[in-house]
């Protein structure tokens, strides 16, 4: 059963930062691409950050330069580091995996709060 767990979000002031972690089982994720997708309260849910399975990265001009995506494949774990956090980075934050037939699996997402 392929499965995706985030953990790591919580409460942080503007310009803090937070590491994201997203666990993977039931597969391998050396062959597999990753997302982080966040959703804020009232907007639909936006790709922000994506490894590809040949390592290359996109980014959201939202975080260039401000997140970073990372894989462990030994500890089968991608990492989201989010530096410079503003309020508008508040979101739930979710990994995301889509085989090669197009089924796409999520985890539970991960509250992330930017607050003074």
């Known amino acids: 059963q392929l499965q995706l767990v985030e953990s790591g979000g919580g409460l942080v002031q503007p310009g803090g930062s937070l590491r994201l972690s997203c666990a993977a089982s039931?597969?391998?994720?050396?062959?597999?691409?990753i997302g982080w997708f966040r959703q804020a309260p009232g907007k639909e849910r936006e790709v922000i950050a994506c490894s590809s399975s040949a390592r290359d990265t996109y980014y959201a001009d939202s975080v260039k330069g401000r997140f970073s995506i990372s894989r462990d494949n030994a500890k089968s774990v991608v990492y989201l580091q989010m530096n410079s956090l503003k309020p508008e980075d508040t979101a739930i934050y979710y990994c995301?995996?889509?085989?090669?037939?197009?089924?796409?699996?999520w985890g539970q997402g991960t509250q992330v709060t930017v607050s003074s």
């Open positions: 995301n995996t889509r085989t090669a037939w197009g089924q796409d699996f």
């Open positions: 039931g597969f391998t994720l050396d062959n597999y691409p």
